[in-house]
């Protein structure tokens, strides 16, 4: 028997239609007890909850918005991923979720959860929503407490009818609705209590349903009532479950909900406005820190800002009283000189009037929203502005300053075309963080510049100009800076003749940059030649090196290769403190020296060091070198060890400093220098 034909119709939009949803929101009201309800829309990621679920989740209903991520970060650490997954899979199969975990409260709290729900899906498996109940069955577990708890809690009105029409069960919600105590309903039939139902919407409903075994839902106004009620009917063996509520307040309750789907909406857009705010910035940083040159990081800075800022950009560096251009970029590469030649049309100094000069002289940026007000900073014919202002599209312009630890450094400049909505104040705060980075790469620049110039400077007065000339060896040295934009480092050599005879070589690299490292390596240099000179055999320096720079200096790290060569035994001894192993070429071949060494100084004040000692023949060659001659970060270090040998093999008979010049290039090739390189070659006469 079909439904009537007065029933309203329910469209359905999956699978499973909104009366399966029901039917399930209602079973599973039956199985737990005091329950807190859900309905999560998966496509959009929202989640609806009732107010009882926020309340047993330790929050207030009206303040708490509940989110997915919120509920996993609350699950006990060992219920969390089954929890997921199984969620997943009922997503993924249509299948009914069912499972019970734990969950801590805000207060500390773990209490025992049973969540049972069911997917809804579209016609081609998608899933849509997850709607059902939760009930807290850390003390109640009983099937008929739970039952008996959930009619009780929830918020629908709900009664059951026998098979003669009869009330079997009213809860507190229905007698509220139907203004009857339970002890005037149970045992009564439907039909004398309410005889207004019969011949109306509710008696066909009913009566369906039980003949066909099929769910009814309707809404139909209910005179006695005073109220249109949307009613839900669902048949069994033992009569109907018949379940209600007031359409208006639901209604309402649809009303709040899109206004908060509209909140919501403005919030997930505000958040990705953010998003790519940050991501903006986060780019210009590494961009920016990705070099040490002034005026290339101002490049870079004003390539970025095109188009996602402006449409042209410029940048100006304070420079004395002028403000000097430095770059120019427009997002039609062809324009980027027509933008520089009315960049420099405009006054450039800082006493002009000049939207960048205020700027400079103020610190505070500026905002220039219509052509008139840029047209008048030009102070060109109008004609001419026009024209110009044609062909590279100006609409509306800003400037912010550059400035860093109270000084201003220079002013950037941006220039939106006339399809561009003229700039506001979110505009100018996003140049204004732009140049606030751009500021500090600036004179991050500026500092190493000048530290680099000084350390430069340290370390050409530290190291010696030639190495001396010493009867038993000729010692010959080639030293490479690190290339333009990275720090100098603390390579360091020499060589000296000891009192009894021998002849000292040594190669170090102190671990760091710049004007620390350099120092550092002074005083490693002098504190050798101090030692040295004592006539003590390599490992004796290195120990009395290690203890001192560790007393000294606590913080300083080094490695090096010192070797003591003497003539009247023809015996190299060396000691090796964590360095690169000396390669020895003789007439028997090449080898690294590596049997013997320690750990670098400063690293340990009680190591301990070895020497190593081999037989040199006349012409044999020893190369000591420092790390960035076979290392960098675009290969492995065996490597570079190889391409050394392969260099060392081919050198001939030239003069050792055109040796050592020599190994340094067949060994480093085209490769960019990332580090200090230094080699020394020591030939036996």
């Known amino acids: 028997m079909a439904p ?93 979720f069912e499972r019970e975990y734990r969950f801590v409260r805000p207060d500390g709290q773990v209490r025992r959860w049973l969540s049972r729900g069911r997917p809804l899906l579209s016609d081609d498996g998608t899933p849509l929503a997850l709607v059902g109940m939760v009930v807290d069955v850390t003390q109640a577990r009983s099937t008929d407490e739970r039952i008996a708890r959930t009619l009780e809690s929830i918020t629908d009105a709900f009664f059951a009818l026998d098979t003669e029409w009869r009330f079997t069960y009213v809860n507190a919600e229905a007698e509220r609705v139907l203004f009857r105590a339970r002890g005037e309903l149970l045992g009564r039939s439907v039909w004398e209590c309410f005889p207004e139902a019969i011949g109306s919407t509710f008696e ?88 040490l040159d002034r005026e290339e990081v101002l490049r870079r800075v004003t390539a970025l800002a095109v188009p996602r800022l402006a449409d042209w950009a410029s940048v100006y560096l304070v420079d004395g009283l002028l403000l000097r251009r430095v770059a120019v970029a427009h997002r039609d590469p062809s324009l980027a000189a027509l933008a520089a030649s009315l960049v420099d049309r405009l006054p450039v100094t800082l006493d002009s009037r000049a939207v960048a000069a205020e700027v400079a002289r103020t610190g505070r940026p500026a905002l220039l929203t219509s052509l008139e007000d840029i047209k008048e900073q030009a102070r060109m014919p109008g004609d001419e502005f026009a024209a110009i202002a044609q062909r590279l599209g100006i609409g509306s312009a800003m400037a912010v300053p550059l400035s860093a630890r109270g000084r201003v450094l220079g002013v950037m400049s941006f220039s939106g075309g006339p399809d561009r909505a003229p700039y506001t104040d979110d505009d100018l705060d996003l140049a204004t963080a732009l140049g606030t980075r751009a500021s500090v790469a600036v004179l991050n620049a500026e500092l190493f510049e000048r530290e680099h110039g ?97 007393v000294t200096d606590p913080e300083a790290i080094a490695t090096l290769v010192y070797a003591i060569f003497d003539p009247a035994t023809t015996t190299l001894t060396w000691c090796n403190a964590g360095h690169m192993p000396p390669l020895l070429r003789t007439s028997s071949g090449l080898r690294f020296l590596a049997e013997v060494g320690g750990p670098p100084i400063g690293a340990d004040p009680d190591a301990t060091y070895r020497c190593g ?18 290392e960098d970060r675009t290969r492995d270090i065996t490597a570079g060890l190889d391409e050394l040998s392969a260099a060392v093999a081919r050198l001939e008979g030239e003069d050792v400093t055109t040796m050592a010049a020599e190994v340094a290039r067949l060994a480093m090739g085209t490769r960019r220098r990332d580090d200090d390189v230094c080699v020394l070659v020591a030939r036996t006469r």
């Open 613 to 630: 000692r081999d037989r040199l023949e006349p012409a044999d060659v020893l190369v000591l070198y420092t790390d960035g001659l076979v």
């Open 204 to 291: 066909r409903a009913y009566r369906t349903a039980a003949a066909t075994g099929e769910p009814s839902r309707f809404e139909e106004f209910f005179e006695p009532l005073n109220g249109i009620f949307e009613v839900r009917v669902y048949p069994s063996d033992d009569g109907l479950s018949v379940y209600f509520h007031d359409v208006t307040g639901n209604r309402r309750m649809q009303a709040e909900l899109a206004a908060l789907a509209e909140v919501n909406e403005r919030a997930l857009k505000e958040a990705e406005e953010a998003r790519d705010r940050q991501t903006f910035l986060g780019a210009a940083s590494t961009l920016i820190a990705a070099s």
């Open 4 to 96: 009537d034909d007065d029933a309203p119709t329910v469209t359905v939009p999956a699978a499973r239609s909104a009366v399966d949803v029901d039917a399930a929101k209602l079973t599973l009201a039956l199985e737990i007890a005091q329950i807190g309800s859900y309905d999560w829309d998966v496509a959009r990621d929202t989640m609806s909850w009732s107010h009882q679920l926020i309340r047993m989740w330790g929050e207030d209903p009206e303040t708490f918005v509940p989110t997915y991520d919120d509920f996993l970060a609350r699950l006990h650490p060992d219920d969390r991923e089954t929890t997921a997954e199984a969620v997943r899979a009922s997503l993924a199969t249509g299948h009914p």
């Open 454 to 550: 000084l350390a430069v400077a340290l370390q050409r007065a530290i190291l010696p100009p030639r190495t001396p000339g010493l009867p038993s060896l000729d010692i010959g040295v080639h030293y490479l800076p690190a290339s333009a934009g990275v720090e100098v480092g603390g390579d360091w050599y020499d060589s000296l003749p000891l009192p009894d005879g021998r002849v000292g070589v040594v190669v170090g690299d102190v671990a760091g940059h710049g004007l620390q490292a350099a120092a550092t390596m002074g005083q490693l240099r002098n504190s050798l030649r101090a030692f040295a000179f004592d006539g003590d055999d390599p490992d004796v320096v290195v120990r009395r090196l290690n203890r001192l720079i560790t």
